[in-house]
């Protein structure tokens, strides 16, 4: 529970706190400060939602993952309480009302990268196991089944590879990619001149890529510019047969114009990691209860279809970076750096 004292001036809420949150980013804590520590953390298991913002009171910041809302309301409940600081400790913020939150004041704080291999070689994991059916090997195996029908899958060298979005993971993603001999096309409306210099592919314009390509992985951010970016006429134009692989966001895809593109065979395979509507499921375990989503329960019943919780960040490097950077933003708000604080999204 939150304590009840007096507003302390170095007071952390952490909301969706997982086990590893805490674990990380105690151990962050003592490895940077020992047992002086100039601020405390509450820990909290629920999201930020405008029914939970009321636990953050008696402290000045509070610290939010990708699934929590921060909505113009929220934050302006959040001011009212005393909350001055809002860290993510994530990249994303499009859960964020950021006009709202400059108005109202508050220091906002991401953590830019964090190591971006840890997505891109996940994209890769999953486009594997998409590609040559690993995930049904494993199952019929262990039920004694060891037929190979139905398990073809591809070799991916030699093959074109669509990556949308060319910023560090996507840069990533496209250096494996050139590993395994793939012809890459990119395409971003801000060129990387790391993608040019280390000649990793060629950029195009986004109907070319998506006619041409393979495989498409999605490494862009969730923007109005790019929510539903992969709808019904951009399906319409990818190669018949590609791969589609969703590591970034979920509202980067129209989840029911996709499952229409499987239904009719447009679709080789599907990989996701992220979901449009994710926040009610992801982080929790739901094994005991019915699917009450009735998009989601139908993309599952696809045998080309693989969806994972959200996990591409989750490796050991990953988390003490998050944790790392987001105690560093922690401290530049203490010792008034605010708004020039290098990792702050909102600048005077």
Do not use: W
Request: with cysteine; aromatic share 8%.
């Amino acid at each position: 529970m939150a304590s009840t004292e007096s507003p302390a001036i170095h007071s952390l809420a952490v909301f969706s706190t997982q086990p590893y949150d805490r674990q990380y980013l105690s151990a962050q804590l003592t490895t940077q400060f020992g047992d002086a520590s100039p601020f405390k953390i509450d820990f909290y298991t629920v999201s930020l939602t405008p029914l939970t913002a009321k636990l953050a009171a008696s402290h000045t910041a509070v610290c939010v993952f990708v699934n929590d809302i921060l909505t113009a309301p929220v934050l302006q409940h959040l001011a009212s309480l005393g909350v001055k600081a809002i860290l993510l400790r994530c990249a994303g913020f499009n859960n964020v009302d950021l006009l709202a939150a400059k108005s109202l004041g508050f220091f906002v704080a991401h953590v830019p990268s964090y190591s971006p291999e840890a997505v891109a070689e996940f994209a890769v994991a999953l486009i594997q196991t998409l590609n040559r059916n690993t995930h049904r090997a494993y199952n019929r195996v262990r039920e004694g089944n060891f037929a190979l029908h139905g398990l073809l899958g591809q070799t991916l060298h030699g093959k074109t590879v669509g990556v949308v979005g060319t910023g560090r993971i996507g840069l990533c993603f496209a250096r494996i990619m050139r590993g395994f001999g793939c012809r890459v096309l990119a395409y971003d409306v801000y060129k990387s001149k790391d993608f040019e210099t280390e000649k990793l592919g060629t950029y195009v314009e986004l109907a070319q890529l998506l006619q041409e390509s393979d495989v498409v992985s999605l490494h862009c951010p969730l923007l109005e510019s790019t929510r539903h970016l992969v709808r019904e006429e951009t399906l319409a134009q990818m190669k018949d047969r590609a791969l589609l692989v969703n590591t970034s966001r979920g509202g980067l895809i129209d989840t029911k114009a996709v499952i229409q593109a499987l239904k009719a065979g447009k679709l080789r395979g599907l990989a996701l990691d992220v979901y449009e509507a994710e926040a009610p499921l992801f982080y929790s375990d739901h094994s005991g209860e019915v699917m009450q989503d009735e998009v989601f329960a139908r993309l599952m019943t696809f045998p080309n279809v693989i969806v994972c919780s959200h996990q591409g960040f989750f490796t050991e490097e990953a988390l003490g970076e998050i944790s790392a950077v987001t105690v560093g933003n922690m401290v530049e708000f203490m010792e008034g750096r605010g708004r020039v604080a290098r990792n702050s999204l909102i600048k005077d």
